[in-house]
């Protein structure tokens, strides 16, 4: 039997994992799924916040990842649409991977936040119009 200081600190490590696997969805496995991103913020965050940095600021150094902050080229929806859809330069589409109703909240969210202030939201049909056709897929 173990000392109970030790059984209490198990219990205290062991609570977060059994936290995030009834949240998250442990599937058995080891693995633990991750809630699908729902809102702009939530997309921003689990998608793009990895390169363009939680301030939007982007970043330099193997290659420069361009600041959405203040960026007058999300002014029109049509542009960070088909960017966010299609993919440009190193930046890969994410038509196949993210719902239009996710790109439209993704591109909102950017439009209306780190120092852009356009209002008018962008709606799964503007995506399903402006994100023009799907990429080839493969490579043929």
Partial sequence: M???HLM???SLLATPALAQAVQGGDTGGGVVRVPKPVTGEQVYRQVCQACHMADAK???GAGV???LASNPRVSVPVYPVQV???GKGAMPGFAGSLSNAQIAEVV???RTHFGNAYAKPVTEADVARMAGPPPPRGGH
Avoid: D, H, R
Wanted: hydrophobic share 60%.
């Fill in 2 to 4: 173990l000392p109970k």
């Fill in 8 to 10: 209490a600190l198990l």
């Fill in 58 to 60: 982007g970043a330099a």
């Fill in 65 to 67: 990842i361009p600041a």
């Fill in 84 to 86: 966010v859809a299609q």
């Fill in 108 to 110: 909102t969210y950017v």
